[in-house]
Antibody, heavy 115, light 110 residues
């Protein structure tokens, strides 16, 4: 069974940093690209970042470019999102859907940026 | 503001057929696949349609997708109360080098 478990969310002050993790199981993680997608409270879905299976290709949404860094460790079946210079508008539930199809999603982890 | 435009709401009665539109441009829908996701309150999105009109296993054939030019549609036939949810379209955008989501459509079953 495919499972994606996001963690690392919490309350952080504006300007602070946070590192999210996504633990994958039930499939060959190294064969799939991965994404981060977020959803602000009461709002729609917003794609954040993409990383290819080998980490050779990475893309970011303009809203996070220069502040967020996506990475993965295929040996640990894990995906990461390093978030720096956090702003109030980064407050959201963060998901790590699998692949081009984004066919599997975890339960998400809530990031709250507030003083 | 989403570059993929969806109506904010849609409604229908049980048994009816409902369509949800998704309008884009040549750099996204016009040149890439369209995906549709279903989301219930407090839960993660679920893939409903991939590559314009393909259904993952387990998705009822009441759900269908289509694409024409720079627009796409999700059709739900034989509407049921359990179809009441938010629906999002998505597509890769070549100009932005990223995925775009529509603003979402809240479907109400009357």
């Amino acid at each position: 069974e495919v499972q994606l478990v996001e963690s690392g969310g919490g309350l952080v002050q504006p300007g602070g940093s946070l590192r999210l993790s996504c633990a994958a199981s039930g499939f060959t993680f190294r064969s799939y690209s991965m994404n981060w997608v977020r959803q602000a409270p009461g709002k729609g879905l917003e794609w954040v970042s993409y990383i290819s299976s080998s980490s050779s290709t990475i893309y970011y949404a303009d809203s996070v470019k220069g502040r967020f860094t996506i990475s993965r460790d295929n040996a640990k079946n894990s995906l990461y999102l390093q978030m720096n210079s956090l702003r109030a508008e980064d407050t959201a539930v963060y998901y790590c859907p699998r692949g081009e199809l984004q066919d599997y999603w975890g339960q998400g982890t809530l990031v709250t940026v507030s003083s | 503001q989403s570059v993929l435009t969806q109506p904010p709401s849609a409604s229908g009665t049980p048994g009816q057929r409902v369509t949800i539109s998704c309008s884009g441009s040549s750099s996204n829908i016009g040149s890439n696949y369209v995906y549709w996701y279903q989301q219930f309150p407090g839960t993660a999105p679920k893939l409903l349609i991939y590559r314009n009109n393909q259904r993952p296993s387990g998705v009822p054939d009441r759900f269908s997708g289509s694409k024409s030019g720079t627009s796409a549609s999700l059709a739900i036939s034989g509407l049921r109360s359990e179809d009441e949810a938010d629906y999002y379209c998505a597509a890769w955008d070549d100009s932005l080098s990223g995925v775009l989501f529509g603003g979402g459509t809240k479907l109400t079953v009357l």
